[in-house]
């Protein structure tokens, strides 16, 4: 498995940066704004690296998945029940878990007492599998009536714009939709498939999700957005020929948020039907057809199908064996092995080529290894400010203990000159504080104007949105460029502390000759954007029966007692909600109005977001002077011989000496992460 081994490389050597670093600031120079290092190590540790896979209903997604997991796992012969998110990881043992639309879960472990037996992989097939007079049924927008508006009955049911969502005709399948209301209830339907399994990724972290077809929306497709907001990489699968689809403009269109867009691929798949020619061809017109949503780079060809048969070959599963697996392996094995025998190629090799698998994996591992890169180079570069600091500060111990060696009296009056500087150093940054709050304060700033502006059109986008994904759409879209210019706001007032910091420390520098500790703006900047917002908490009503225990004919107490429903919530997000409607206008109405209170909001988000960010500011630039007196004080009341000063020096010069080889090993890292 290529995918994820560049950045499983530059992650272990960032955690093992981090490690030597929590060694050496445990040894007792100053390293600040460590909670936001530790938050930001957690997340390099807990984050899964993300491949969402999309496309069409029987567009070969689950063949696809299992030739990128290397093993058969998903059933690629049966109609997934696309209500439910497949989510793929790895774990010593295989295990499926399962959630229901009641809330209920089910989990269920291979056991090792029946070797010949994947009990999970059996359970995985069952649920994600669909009775074949189903199949015209657009199931996941019947579960999503069923789990969001409690459809009991086809008559709940507006089947005209059923068959408008659905593009379906739906007039003589009334009965059947009856049937499948009847069959699924709640606690039958799954909104969540975790399946984990000892695959032969190196890459632990690595995660793949199955999403439900393009052309099968519903009920889960706020839980798609998450997934997709999220991703490294979103793989559209489509077959190579026809090589047209409108489905991959409308997902595209109306269905991913422009930040998500750079993270999108194309993959066309059954290469090996066709001639060498025919998929140049196709692949050059698919170039040519899609260019302008996505790069040329990012548009692939595969084919699964070969992909599968090479990892049964490189299992050592005879031909015959494989033959029998599958009339689609028969098909092609017959192709490749007449092929083969023609070019005096190895079956292996020439199928592993034809399937360009390995191609494929290259190229997204190099372009969605770089947002997680930028994570790690934003955890070493904050590692390098705290090398930097406590290098800087060491050089001054040195200073002043070379003054205490030749002269006491010397080295208390650097002492006093130094806290003197430290007070006027606080007193200037203040200042620089007070004037960022009169310069970014009030109704005239770019944020405003910009927020004006964005107003403006949203409204005329919504009013010409014509279904509920495009207003879905807009809405997150419109939401992130709130944050966009709330962000930009920030940056803004970072900029302009920072280049005034590094004035009056330059000068302190060359003038004082003192080291002024460099501040890490970025960890102030996201201190005070956590405090300036808060989450509410998404809940769901939900009711659970609890059932008399013991209830029996012979026993009359128990028989005649009564059930107990209890009714409770469920925190199911943190997510900016809105309530899915059934008709596209009140849908509008409803998008707007949350809108406009989301954006009315951003004057006073601003006004508290700059008080925030300021007030953090001084308390960090205060802490830091503190912090440096505590230091100063403890030096001056320590006592020591000549003979213990001199080795107090030697050992800081140690310790310094052992910061500067570590800030050469952070720097090369740097380079290397940009």
């Given at each position: 498995m290529v995918i994820g081994t560049q950045l499983k490389h530059y992650r272990d050597k960032v955690l093992d940066v981090y490690e030597q670093y929590t060694v050496a600031k445990g040894s007792g120079y100053n390293g600040r704004n460590n909670k936001k290092l530790e938050k930001l190590i957690q997340q390099v540790i807990d984050r899964k690296f993300t491949l969402v896979v999309a496309g069409e209903v029987k567009a070969g997604k689950s063949t696809f998945i299992n030739a990128l997991l290397g093993a058969e796992v998903l059933p690629a012969d049966v109609l997934q029940a696309t209500s439910a998110i497949i989510e793929i990881s790895k774990a010593d043992l295989p295990h499926?878990?399962?959630?229901?639309?009641?809330?209920?879960?089910?989990?269920?472990?291979?056991?090792?007492?029946?070797?010949?037996?994947d009990e999970?992989?059996?359970?995985?097939?069952e649920v994600c599998s669909l009775q074949d007079k189903y199949r015209s049924v657009p199931v996941t927008l019947v579960d999503s009536l069923i789990i969001h508006h409690n459809v009991k009955s086809v008559k709940d049911i507006n089947i005209e714009a059923l068959e408008i969502q659905s593009g379906l005709k739906l007039a003589n399948s009334i009965e059947i939709i009856q049937d499948y209301i009847t069959e699924h209830s709640l606690d039958k339907i799954p909104v969540k498939i975790?399946?984990?399994?000892?695959?032969?990724?190196?890459?632990?972290?690595?995660?793949?999700?199955?999403?439900?077809?393009?052309?099968?929306?519903?009920?889960?497709q706020d839980l798609t957005f998450e997934y997709m907001d999220n991703a490294n990489a979103i793989l559209f699968i489509h077959p190579i020929k026809p090589v047209e689809s409108e489905s991959l403009r409308k997902f595209i269109d109306t269905a991913i948020q422009d930040q998500c867009k750079d993270s999108i691929f194309l993959v066309l798949t059954h290469a090996g039907l066709y001639s060498d020619d025919d998929v140049d061809r196709l692949y050059n017109e698919a170039v040519r057809l899609y260019s302008d949503i996505i790069a040329k780079e990012k548009i692939l060809v595969v084919d699964s199908m070969l992909k599968l048969i090479h990892i049964d070959l490189a299992n050592g599963t005879p031909i015959e064996e494989i033959e029998k697996t599958s009339a689609a392996k028969e098909d092609l094995l017959s192709k490749f092995i007449r092929k083969s025998e023609k070019n005096n190629i190895a079956l292996s090799t020439l199928i592993l080529d034809v399937s360009r698998f390995d191609h494929m994996l290259s190229a997204i591992d190099e372009f969605s290894t770089k947002a997680p890169l930028l994570q790690l180079y934003a955890v070493v570069d904050k590692i390098r400010i705290g090398y930097g600091n406590a290098a800087g500060e060491l050089n001054d111990k040195i200073t002043r203990l070379e003054h205490k060696k030749k002269s006491p009296q010397e080295f208390e009056r650097e002492i006093a000159r130094v806290e003197k500087l430290l007070g006027e150093y606080e007193?200037?940054?203040?200042?620089?504080?007070?004037?960022?709050?009169?310069?970014?304060?009030?109704?005239?700033?770019d944020s405003i104007n910009q927020w004006k502006d964005l107003r403006l059109s949203f409204h005329d986008i919504i009013n010409s949105s014509k279904s509920e994904e495009e207003i879905r759409k807009h809405f997150y879209d419109f939401n992130n460029r709130i944050d966009d210019i709330l962000e930009r706001f920030k940056e803004n007032i970072a900029a302009y502390l920072r280049e005034e910091c590094e004035k009056i420390g330059t000068k302190f520098t060359a003038v004082h000759h003192m080291h002024i500790p460099e501040i890490d703006f970025d960890a102030l900047s996201d201190t005070s954007k956590e405090e300036s917002y808060f989450q509410k908490e998404v809940k769901e009503r939900r009711t659970r029966t609890n059932y008399v225990q013991g209830r029996a004919w012979y026993n009359l107490w128990k028989f005649w007692e009564a059930d107990e429903v209890e009714e409770y919530y469920v925190v199911v997000g943190h997510n900016t909600v809105f309530d899915a409607v059934k008709f596209v206008d009140s849908l509008r109405f409803k998008i707007t109005k949350a809108f406009d209170n989301r954006s009315n909001a951003i004057p006073d988000d601003q006004t508290k977001l700059l008080s925030t960010y300021l007030n953090s500011f001084e308390d960090e630039?205060?802490?830091i002077i503190k912090?440096?007196?505590?230091?100063?004080?403890?030096?001056?009341?320590?006592?020591?011989t000549n003979q213990e000063i001199v080795e107090e020096i030697g050992l800081t010069e140690t310790e310094l000496?052992?910061?500067?080889t570590e800030l050469i090993r952070v720097n090369e890292l740097l380079v290397n992460l940009k």
């Open positions: 499926v878990k399962v959630t229901y639309a009641n809330g209920d879960v089910k989990e269920v472990f291979d056991d090792p007492a029946t070797p010949f037996i999970s992989k059996v359970f995985l097939s975790q399946y984990q399994y000892p695959f032969k990724w190196e890459f632990n972290q690595l995660q793949i999700v199955d999403s439900p077809g393009v052309n099968a929306r519903g009920g889960v007193l200037l940054i203040k200042k620089v504080a007070e004037h960022a709050r009169i310069k970014f304060s009030g109704m005239k700033t630039i205060s802490m912090s440096l007196k505590d230091t100063l004080q403890i030096e001056k009341e320590k006592k020591k000496g052992d910061i500067k």
